[in-house]
């Protein structure tokens, strides 16, 4: 067993211990009546923020590896195969939703970003999140996410069940999302306020496009880097075999 998957997972689980500590105690030095109105809606959507979402998941899956791992290490009995389960909920977790989410929430929030900060993450809030965990949320995803591509091999399922379960966790979004805009007569993100409806839902149609494209751009790194080691394994029986 490798001690780079280790590694990773064991500063995964630490980071987002830390951040998320620090994280939840945003604004809790001010009176909520004190605190801008743009961070007030901000925060009152907390919860139904796609970068959100995409956090917990990942420390989710960081901290079920690491459990995975100790299995691995202490040799326990296997009990109805139960190491075996879990590493295919893991992988399947990974392949179809952590991959193709992480790289979307990170290109996205930043393309917006670079365009008009205002639509997407709106200048006064740097004066209640720090700018470290702003990288947080939206850079240091995708590099935990690449590394663990790099140094675990996942079992990735079929393409068509990879879409299945990417779609069906992209509209359970659109269902809350939607249904904060029923609810509140608002939308999410302020990008949508710029918007018609009908034109807002084309956008969201777009965007639900674009993430099913990153699960396509996944699985190509995931064959490249990993068929790569493949021949490197199979170069290297030969020559035993020899």
């Known amino acids: 067993m490798s001690v780079y998957p280790i590694?990773?997972?064991?500063?995964?689980?630490?980071?987002?211990?830390?951040?998320w500590n620090n994280f939840?105690?945003?604004?809790?030095?001010?009176?909520?009546?004190?605190?801008?109105?743009?961070?007030?809606?901000?925060?009152e959507m907390g919860t139904r923020y796609?970068?959100?979402?995409?956090?917990?998941?990942?420390?989710?899956?960081?901290g079920g590896c690491l459990f995975h791992d100790l299995m691995k290490i202490l040799n326990g009995p296997n009990w109805l195969k139960l190491g075996s389960k879990f590493q295919t909920i893991l992988s399947l977790s990974f392949s179809s939703i952590l991959?193709?989410?992480?790289?979307?929430?990170?290109?996205?929030?930043?393309?917006?970003?670079?365009?008009?900060?205002?639509i997407v993450y709106p200048k006064v809030v740097d004066s209640y999140i720090p700018f470290w965990q702003n990288h947080g949320m939206h850079t240091i995803i995708l590099p935990l996410t690449l590394a663990e591509l790099f140094t675990?091999?996942?079992?990735?399922?079929?393409?068509?069940?990879?879409?299945?379960?990417?779609?069906?966790?992209?509209?359970?979004?659109?269902?809350?999302?939607l249904g904060t805009y029923a609810e509140k007569g608002r939308w999410v993100y302020p990008l949508f306020d710029l918007f018609s409806l009908p034109i807002s839902l084309g956008i969201m149609i777009v965007f639900l496009f674009i993430i099913l494209s990153f699960l396509f751009v996944g699985i190509f790194i995931q064959n490249m880097y990993w068929g790569k080691e493949e021949k490197k394994r199979y170069r290297k029986l030969l020559k035993k075999s020899s």
């Open 7 to 19: 590694l990773l997972h064991t500063g995964a689980c630490l980071w987002y211990v830390f951040f």
């Open 24 to 43: 939840l105690t945003n604004g809790s030095g001010q009176k909520e009546s004190d605190w801008d109105p743009k961070y007030r809606d901000i925060h």
């Open 50 to 62: 796609l970068t959100n979402w995409n956090l917990a998941i990942q420390a989710l899956f960081f």
């Open 99 to 118: 991959l193709p989410l992480g790289i979307f929430v990170c290109v996205s929030f930043w393309v917006m970003y670079t365009y008009d900060r205002e």
């Open 152 to 177: 675990t091999r996942h079992n990735f399922p079929s393409v068509t069940a990879s879409l299945v379960i990417l779609s069906g966790f992209s509209i359970c979004y659109a269902l809350v999302f």
